[in-house]
């Protein structure tokens, strides 16, 4: 209890008496107890000294309320299994697996399957989980509870380790019994598991029958493309832009033999004009020596004969068969001449009897010349004509040659790339393939359980020590708070710093503790007026 006295004028003001039983003299009047001041070490000391009692009675509450609480919650087991992700036989190199997605996905996809209401119902039902709640509580509730009881947790990579993939997960069950908890936990790790291979032996199934199906498409448009590069080859067969080389040096070498021919063909011409000349001389010398020669006539044919002779030294030289054959007839027309200029001058008047026309050797030779002339000349035209066609075809050809080649190229890029993408579904058909029947033999990456479900031998909720530590942390918060708010409404001061704060006065005068004297009724008023006296006998500050 404080009490305070004001002497007048004098300004002094004497708190009575503190806690601790001193008095403190002041000498300035009170300003108001509003702020506070910063607490030190000591004065938390204090605090602690004065409130220790409260405090060590909650915090021995908060421990016994934690065991207790811990005694009265059910127990809860948990079985704890760990399974590890094997990786193929065949390495990657030799077989590239199926599977598009990730484990960490995958692991995801099949967790939600797994944990799915229809896999949970199945087993809520098989082993009559929550069978005391089983007819007041809808079934989803109690697959709903039974998920949050399995906790699927992925391990982590070893520190150093690039590969990305997953090396294997967690899986806990919490249940109510300890052996329920173990068999719920082989139930879901079995589940992992097949689920696991069906999913992998399904889409690698899947794959290769989506390849062959699109292989098929591939291989009719192939096909298509075939027919038509084949179709536009046959139409210009020879024309094509890898015979543009071998048709230019065709045709360069096919003008030579085309004028090798004209010559040909004109020189026979010549042959047959000339032999149709001499057969026209033998004939007429022949129906000459029928009729009679005439020695005019025969003059005739000699200078005819003579020219053609001067004309075929100009292109033979003597021992040309055509040449000799001149020759022998110029000779034989000057003995005809010379025979008939005879028979004039000693000529008979008796008649001649005329025997039957026969030609000479020298006319059906000349004839026969003439039709070997005209086979020649027929067959130099023909190979004239023909050689004249093949030159216009190649022409064509070359002419059209570009517009041939664009048309080509687009049809054998279309072709190549039909062909590309043929050779690339079937190559990833065949390791589909391999892929599907590397699964099916159960070779490829597959989950291997490291550790079999666990039987607990404790529980895992509640933990009695947790519990114990948690109520006696909580007391401990519990009791520094009350405490803090008990000192927050203590108005009293204490020490010489609480008085120099909250008034804002020097200290004047300390009074010890002592034993003040009662009254006549037991109070405490002389004391009061004793001190009530010292203060009034202390000097004034003014």
């Given at each position: 209890?404080?009490?305070?006295?004001?002497?007048?004028?004098?300004?002094?003001?004497?708190?009575?008496?503190?806690?601790?039983?001193?008095?403190?003299?002041?000498?300035?009047?009170?300003?108001?107890?509003?702020?506070?001041?910063?607490?030190?070490?000591?004065?938390?000391?204090?605090?602690?000294?004065?409130?220790?009692?409260?405090?060590?009675?909650?915090?021995?509450?908060?421990?016994?309320?934690?065991?207790?609480?811990?005694?009265?919650?059910?127990?809860?087991?948990?079985?704890?299994?760990?399974?590890?992700?094997?990786?193929?036989?065949?390495?990657?190199?030799?077989?590239?697996?199926?599977?598009?997605?990730?484990?960490?996905?995958?692991?995801?996809?099949?967790?939600?399957?797994?944990?799915?209401?229809?896999?949970?119902?199945?087993?809520?039902?098989?082993?009559?989980?929550?069978?005391?709640?089983?007819?007041?509580?809808?079934?989803?509730?109690?697959?709903?509870?039974?998920?949050?009881?399995?906790?699927?947790?992925?391990?982590?990579?070893?520190?150093?380790?690039?590969?990305?993939?997953?090396?294997?997960?967690?899986?806990?069950?919490?249940?109510?019994?300890?052996?329920?908890?173990?068999?719920?936990?082989?139930?879901?790790?079995?589940?992992?598991?097949?689920?696991?291979?069906?999913?992998?032996?399904q889409q690698a199934e899947d794959t290769t029958?989506?390849?062959?199906?699109?292989?098929?498409?591939?291989?009719?448009?192939?096909?298509?493309?075939d027919a038509k590069l084949a179709a536009f080859?046959?139409?210009?067969?020879?024309?094509?832009?890898?015979?543009?080389?071998?048709?230019?040096?065709?045709?360069?070498?096919?003008?030579?033999?085309?004028?090798?021919?004209?010559?040909?063909?004109?020189?026979?011409?010549?042959?047959?004009?000339?032999?149709?000349?001499?057969?026209?001389?033998?004939?007429?010398?022949?129906?000459?020596?029928?009729?009679?020669?005439?020695?005019?006539?025969?003059?005739?044919?000699?200078?005819?004969?003579?020219?053609?002779?001067?004309?075929?030294?100009?292109?033979?030289?003597?021992q040309h068969p055509d040449v000799a054959k001149?020759?022998?007839?110029?000779?034989?027309?000057?003995?005809?001449?010379?025979?008939?200029?005879?028979?004039?001058?000693?000529?008979?008047?008796?008649?001649?009897?005329?025997?039957?026309?026969?030609?000479?050797?020298?006319?059906?030779?000349?004839?026969?010349?003439?039709?070997?002339?005209?086979?020649?000349?027929?067959?130099?035209?023909?190979?004239?004509?023909?050689?004249?066609?093949?030159?216009?075809?190649?022409?064509?050809?070359?002419?059209?040659?570009?517009?041939?080649?664009?048309?080509?190229?687009?049809?054998?890029?279309?072709?190549?790339?039909?062909?590309?993408?043929?050779?690339?579904?079937?190559?990833?058909?065949?390791?589909?393939?391999?892929?599907?029947?590397?699964?099916?033999?159960?070779?490829?990456?597959?989950?291997?359980?490291?550790?079999?479900?666990?039987?607990?031998?404790?529980?895992?909720?509640?933990?009695?020590?947790?519990?114990?530590?948690?109520?006696?942390?909580?007391?401990?918060?519990?009791?520094?708070?009350?405490?803090?708010?008990?000192?927050?409404?203590?108005?009293?001061?204490?020490?010489?710093?609480?008085?120099?704060?909250?008034?804002?006065?020097?200290?004047?005068?300390?009074?010890?503790?002592?034993?003040?004297?009662?009254?006549?009724?037991?109070?405490?008023?002389?004391?009061?007026?004793?001190?009530?006296?010292?203060?009034?006998?202390?000097?004034?500050?003014?």
């Amino acid at each position: 209890m404080r009490r305070q006295i004001t002497a007048g004028s004098t300004g002094i003001t004497a708190p009575l008496l503190s806690d601790s039983g001193v008095a403190y003299v002041t000498g300035e009047n009170e300003k108001g107890m509003v702020k506070h001041r910063e607490l030190n070490f000591d004065d938390y000391v204090a605090f602690l000294r004065r409130q220790h009692r409260q405090i060590i009675l909650l915090v021995i509450l908060g421990a016994a309320a934690g065991l207790l609480l811990s005694l009265v919650l059910p127990r809860r087991y948990t079985s704890h299994t760990m399974v590890l992700v094997e990786q193929p036989t065949v390495p990657d190199n030799y077989v590239k697996p199926v599977m598009g997605e990730g484990l960490n996905q995958r692991l995801a996809s099949m967790q939600e399957q797994i944990l799915s209401r229809t896999r949970l119902q199945h087993l809520v039902e098989r082993f009559g989980l929550y069978a005391k709640d089983a007819k007041r509580v809808p079934m989803e509730q109690l697959v709903e509870r039974l998920q949050k009881s399995i906790k699927v947790t992925p391990l982590e990579a070893m520190p150093g380790t690039r590969s990305p993939e997953l090396p294997g997960f967690n899986v806990d069950v919490t249940m109510g019994e300890a052996r329920l908890a173990q068999q719920i936990c082989g139930e879901i790790t079995s589940m992992f598991m097949e689920q696991n291979l069906r999913l992998r032996q399904q889409q690698a199934e899947d794959t290769t029958e989506f390849l062959a199906k699109q292989l098929e498409n591939a291989k009719a448009k192939l096909d298509e493309q075939d027919a038509k590069l084949a179709a536009f080859q046959s139409r210009y067969i020879g024309a094509l832009p890898e015979d543009e080389r071998t048709n230019l040096t065709v045709l360069m070498g096919m003008t030579p033999q085309l004028e090798v021919a004209t010559q040909a063909l004109n020189q026979a011409q010549q042959e047959k004009a000339f032999a149709e000349s001499l057969l026209n001389q033998q004939l007429a010398a022949l129906n000459s020596s029928q009729q009679g020669e005439d020695p005019q006539k025969l003059e005739q044919q000699l200078e005819r004969a003579q020219g053609l002779l001067l004309s075929l030294r100009t292109r033979y030289t003597d021992q040309h068969p055509d040449v000799a054959k001149v020759k022998n007839e110029i000779a034989e027309l000057k003995k005809k001449i010379h025979e008939a200029s005879a028979e004039d001058q000693g000529q008979s008047s008796q008649p001649q009897v005329k025997g039957p026309l026969v030609e000479p050797l020298q006319i059906q030779q000349l004839r026969a010349q003439l039709h070997q002339a005209d086979l020649v000349i027929s067959q130099k035209k023909h190979e004239q004509e023909q050689l004249q066609r093949q030159i216009r075809t190649l022409q064509s050809r070359v002419q059209l040659s570009p517009m041939i080649q664009q048309e080509f190229k687009a049809l054998t890029r279309d072709h190549q790339t039909a062909l590309d993408f043929y050779n690339d579904l079937l190559k990833k058909r065949n390791e589909s393939q391999m892929a599907t029947e590397l699964e099916r033999r159960q070779q490829g990456q597959q989950f291997r359980v490291l550790d079999p479900p666990s039987l607990p031998e404790r529980p895992s909720f509640p933990n009695r020590s947790l519990f114990s530590l948690a109520g006696l942390g909580a007391g401990l918060a519990v009791g520094l708070g009350m405490a803090q708010l008990a000192e927050s409404r203590d108005k009293s001061m204490r020490t010489k710093r609480d008085v120099e704060f909250y008034l804002g006065a020097r200290t004047l005068a300390l009074i010890p503790p002592f034993e003040p004297a009662t009254g006549k009724n037991g109070s405490r008023k002389d004391a009061a007026a004793a001190l009530t006296e010292i203060s009034l006998r202390l000097p004034s500050r003014g």
